[in-house]
Every structure is written in C-alpha cells, then in structure tokens.
C-alpha cells in the first residue's frame, strides 16, 4: 500500500480519491488499487469471488462484496467511484441500505485451447 494514498490519520488522501475519480485504466487494477485502502477490508468488511457472469454476459466475473461499516474514509471511496463514470457504469452491480455494495468486473476470457472447469 502506498503512503501517499492515506493521510496520518488512515483516510484516504485527497491524490487517492481523485485518482479513483479520473481512472480509465483496467477496473481489477483499480479494485486492488481500492481495496489496499479500504478500511476493515481484513475483517469482513471486503471479499472477493469469481463467479458466472449473469446473461447477457458470458464467462466469468470477479464479485467484489464491500461493506463501508459506516466509515467516512470508505464512503469517501465509494463517493470517488460513483463519480467515474466508467468505473460506475462498468463494475456496479448493487448498493443496500447499510453501506452494503457488489461490483462485478469481466475476467479475461482464457487463450485458446484452454478449458475452464466449473
């Protein structure tokens, strides 16, 4: 985790959320990007999954289950992604009343020849 994206106090730093607002690169880096920054993701608050991707997708997704526990540096966070436009358009899935979130982001489909199992 880089210091630079959280302040003395934990939070994450103002660099960190404007980076999550102008992100255009791919959405499992942003993911790993958030989820060093996400607080109490070590306790419940963050899990991940590969999953079936819903019609009309094909392949697989990577689920993302996040919770903000009502910290104001992880709402900062969701704050920052719903901002971006690409980030929210593409990954969210689901929000519930709680701070309860899902993303889901497509998996590279495997190279040729190669066969998933389930």
């Known amino acids: 985790?880089?210091?630079e994206w959280l302040d003395d106090d934990g939070y994450?730093?103002?660099a960190a959320l404007a980076h999550i607002e102008k992100w255009e690169g791919p959405l499992l880096e942003l993911f790993a990007l958030v989820r060093s920054i996400w607080q109490y993701a070590d306790i419940g608050y963050w899990s991940e999954e590969d999953a079936p991707a819903d019609f009309p997708?094909?392949?697989?997704v990577r689920r993302f289950l996040v919770s903000t526990g009502g910290w104001s540096g992880n709402e900062s966070?969701?704050?920052?992604?719903?901002?971006n436009r690409y980030v929210w358009h593409f990954s969210w899935v689901q929000s519930r009343r709680g701070g309860h979130y899902i993303f889901e982001v497509a998996q590279p489909a495997p190279p040729p020849g190669i066969v998933e199992t389930p």
Do not use: E, L, V
């Not at 997708?57 to 697989?60: A, E, F, L, M, W």
């Not at 966070?77 to 901002?83: D, F, P, S, T």
């Open 1 to 3: 985790m880089s210091t």
């Open 12 to 14: 994450p730093s103002d």
């Open 57 to 60: 997708r094909k392949g697989t």
């Open 77 to 83: 966070i969701i704050r920052a992604m719903q901002k």
